[in-house]
């Protein structure tokens, strides 16, 4: 979702993905100035969803990086990002039907300051 969301909305120049503070390399690179310990563990959100239209819909209002793309695209733009949103959502859903059911791995990531 984080790669279509960029392709419509790319980030700042020189600005590094949000996305890959889910690296735990990446987080200890950029706190280790600060840190004095790392903790790290992985959990699993499941996307859900009647449709996968639904899931689209809601995100555009209410997630934020979502939001401020949908919002600067003009009527094309917005076309081909739920055209590439829904080929995305059609790879990786789990349901079996057209109910939306989809597995999401995230990082928590907890540091103790110097």
């Known amino acids: 979702m984080f790669r279509v969301n960029a ?3 790319p ?21 280790a100035p600060y840190a ?12 859900r969803a009647l449709t996968a239209e639904d899931w689209i819909a809601f995100m ?3 997630f934020g990086p979502m939001r401020v793309a ?6 094309g ?3 081909g990002m739920t055209r590439d949103l829904l080929a995305l959502l059609a790879e990786v859903n789990q349901s ?3 109910t939306l059911f989809v597995p999401s791995e995230y990082l928590i990531s ?5």
């Open 77 to 79: 733009q917005r076309q």
């Open 96 to 98: 079996g039907d057209q």
């Open 7 to 9: 392709k419509y909305n």
């Open 70 to 75: 949908w919002e600067k695209l003009d009527d």
């Open 110 to 114: 907890v540091v103790e300051l110097k």
């Open 60 to 62: 555009r209002e209410y």
């Open 36 to 47: 004095r310990e790392f903790r790290f563990s992985r959990h699993q959100h499941v996307f």
């Open 11 to 31: 980030p700042p120049a020189g600005m590094p993905s949000p996305a890959m503070w889910g690296d735990e390399a990446v987080v200890r690179e950029r706190m």
